[in-house]
Nanobody, 115 residues
């Protein structure tokens, strides 16, 4: 069993910053990648950023230059530093891990960017 717990979401003004965390626990092994996805009301869930076991990082075009993904491998924790936030970033943000035996999702954390 694998559990992913996101935290760090909240309400911020445009131009502000948030740092999301994802703590993984349980039977963690053979991790291929970990990533962040987001889903706004009425929209499909989409990729925000992903980091692989080989150290590669990839970002969606709409967050490049503003968001940074990082992983603390020894602590099984994934982070997403979000700067210069826009109202369009408002969504539920989900942590995702791909392992050799399957993939797992967190419960999500809400981010609201509003004046």
């Amino acid at each position: 069993q694998v559990q992913l717990v996101e935290s760090g979401g909240g309400l911020v003004q445009p131009g502000g910053s948030l740092r999301l965390s994802c703590a993984a626990s349980g039977s963690i092994s053979s991790v291929n990648s970990m990533g962040w996805y987001r889903q706004a009301p009425g929209q499909q869930r989409g990729l925000v950023a992903v980091t692989t076991s080989g150290g590669m990082t990839m970002y969606a075009d709409f967050v490049k230059g503003r968001f940074t993904i990082a992983r603390e491998t020894a602590k099984n924790t994934l982070y997403l530093q979000m700067n210069s936030l826009k109202p369009e970033d408002t969504a539920d943000y989900y942590c995702h891990v791909v392992m050799g035996r399957g993939d797992y999702w967190g419960q999500g954390t809400q981010v609201t960017v509003s004046s």
